[in-house]
């Protein structure tokens, strides 16, 4: 089919590509919720995403974490999301800067006070 489509177009003129088609969403009844959290567990059929807010981040957390959200898809979704969400981080740290997600290396240590 491919080949027809070539074979239509003219000589010495480009082919138009065809832009993806866009998909319409209806976002009016969304609920957002902040994540500082997740854990992603899985089966040979889907994976398992859970989201929630962690209020103590540095060290283990004395208090179980609330899960809030959890997201279940199967593996092509999984793999999608996985690319979107690298593009997207790639273009932050192009613009922004190297994200350390080691929080010890982002604490800055705090200078002794000085002797008077």
Same mark, same amino acid.
């Given at each position: ?24 969403? %209806? %976002? #009016?009844?969304?609920?957002? #919720?902040?994540? =500082? ?7 040979? !059929? !889907? ?6 807010? =962690? ?6 957390p !004395? =208090?179980?974490i ?7 898809? =199967? ?10 969400? #690298?593009? #997207? ?10 994200? !350390?997600? %080691? ?14």
């Open positions: 089919m491919a080949d027809e489509q070539k074979e239509a177009a003219p000589q010495g003129q480009p082919q138009q590509q065809q832009a993806p088609p866009q998909v319409e969403l %209806d %976002d #009016s009844h969304v609920i957002s #919720s902040y994540a =500082n959290f997740c854990r992603v567990t899985g089966t040979p !059929e !889907e994976l398992i995403v859970d989201f929630g807010l =962690n209020t103590q981040p540095v060290g283990v !004395e =208090n179980p609330p899960v809030t959200q959890r997201i279940i898809l =199967n593996h092509f979704t999984a793999k999608r999301l996985l690319a979107a969400l #690298s593009m #997207s981080v790639q273009r932050h740290e192009a613009a922004f800067g190297v994200l !350390e997600t %080691d929080v010890r290396k982002r604490v800055q240590a705090q200078p002794a006070p000085a002797a008077q």
